[in-house]
């Protein structure tokens, strides 16, 4: 037998917590050096099985680099209430990710808006798992989606 349903935890307005994930688009020349920073995919997935832990669900995913805090893309489904909280697969990701840790930290602590880091372990990258990312991310136009 599967294991009980869990009841989604609420948020402000009584439905689930809502959540927006952030990856980092990092280049594919750093497979080598970080892959994980690398693979957006990855980092997307940690992040859902976060929230799904937590009966949260993610709304949005953002895949960006060196992002300004102050960008319209952080704040508009957050504005829109269509976003309860951050969460970054890790410190690292998020300093990819953004321009300024401490702004985006100062910013959401303003608004009211939380932001959580996954840290659950990240994937240990083989040379099959590398050349499946460097696929995955330089054939995307290709309609290559990895699988």
Known sequence: MGEPARAAAAGPEGGAVRVMAIASLTP???LDADPFLV???S???MCARWAADRGYV???E???HALRSDHDVLWADVDA???DLFVVPSHRVLRAALRSVDEFTA???RRGVRLETAGLAEPRYDAEMKKRVHRRMSMPTAGYDGC
């Open 28 to 30: 594919l020349e750093e």
């Open 39 to 41: 693979d957006s995919r």
């Open 43 to 45: 980092q997307h997935a």
């Open 58 to 60: 993610v709304t949005r």
């Open 62 to 64: 953002l895949l960006v």
């Open 81 to 83: 209430g269509h976003v």
């Open 107 to 109: 910013e959401c602590a």
